[in-house]
């Protein structure tokens, strides 16, 4: 079924709500959403992209923040947030300083991302730092990139099977799962059914 996209964004936007509430109970630790990238800043049509940035607004204004900081929740933005209008900027600037001590649970969403810059700024970061080449490493790459987390599990959905410029550096020994389902039909079974499939995989990291 193919829905208006006001609709489904705004669906998407409650999945988002759901699916962090299914990890909870399952007891994952961390999730990572791919809310918006910089080909979609540069290339979507403006009024989607302003009806998008809107939903982003609304959503920030409507977290309880009263259950995130008693759950422990830190959220995080990853991207460049300089592409973002300033009031939506600002909403996510403030949204992690007032988490940002939080450490039980960890939703991180990736907006105006884009995964070979956020290489490249991890690159810019280390030279700026004067750290000298023999001292460079896989850990000090990772320590200057958005994320410094690893993701064991990284689903798609829609039926598309590739990885879109998602967290190449982070996602090198991640198992990917891809689904045919809409973001929006995703539900807890789905979930459930990605994690034991994990868990009954090799995982050979590299070998």
């Given at each position: 079924?193919m829905?208006?996209?006001p ?5 998407g936007?409650?999945k ?6 299914y990890?909870?109970?399952l007891g994952?630790k961390?999730?990572?959403?791919y ?9 979507r ?6 009806y ?9 204004l409507?977290l309880?923040t ?5 759950n ?6 990853v991207?460049d947030?300089?592409?973002l209008?300033l009031?939506?900027r600002?909403q996510?600037t403030?949204i992690?300083n007032?988490?940002?001590?939080n ?8 907006i105006a991302y884009?995964?070979?810059q ?13 750290i000298k080449?023999?001292m460079i490493d896989e850990?000090?790459?990772?320590e200057?990139?958005?994320l410094?987390?690893?993701?064991d599990?990284?689903?798609r959905?829609?039926g598309e ?25 995703f539900?807890k079974?789905d979930?459930?059914a ?8 090799k995982r050979?990291f590299g070998?």
């Amino acid at each position: 079924m193919m829905l208006p996209l006001p609709t489904g964004h705004e669906l998407g936007r409650r999945k988002v709500e759901e699916l962090v509430e299914y990890a909870q109970e399952l007891g994952i630790k961390e999730l990572t959403f791919y809310a918006l990238s910089v080909e979609n800043i540069k290339n979507r049509p403006k009024k989607e992209l302003t009806y998008l940035f809107k939903i982003f607004q609304q959503a920030f204004l409507d977290l309880d923040t009263n259950k995130i900081m008693d759950n422990n929740i830190q959220i995080r933005f990853v991207g460049d947030l300089e592409l973002l209008p300033l009031a939506l900027r600002t909403q996510c600037t403030e949204i992690m300083n007032k988490t940002k001590h939080n450490n039980k649970f960890f939703v991180n969403f990736a907006i105006a991302y884009d995964g070979r810059q956020e290489i490249v700024n991890a690159v810019k970061n280390i030279i700026d730092k004067k750290i000298k080449s023999e001292m460079i490493d896989e850990r000090i790459i990772a320590e200057n990139l958005y994320l410094t987390s690893e993701p064991d599990i990284i689903i798609r959905t829609g039926g598309e099977k590739r990885t879109s410029n998602f967290l190449p550096w982070q996602s090198a020994y991640s198992e990917w799962f891809f689904l045919d389902k809409m973001w929006p039909e995703f539900e807890k079974n789905d979930l459930i059914a990605c994690i034991n499939e994990f868990k009954n995989r090799k995982r050979n990291f590299g070998a």
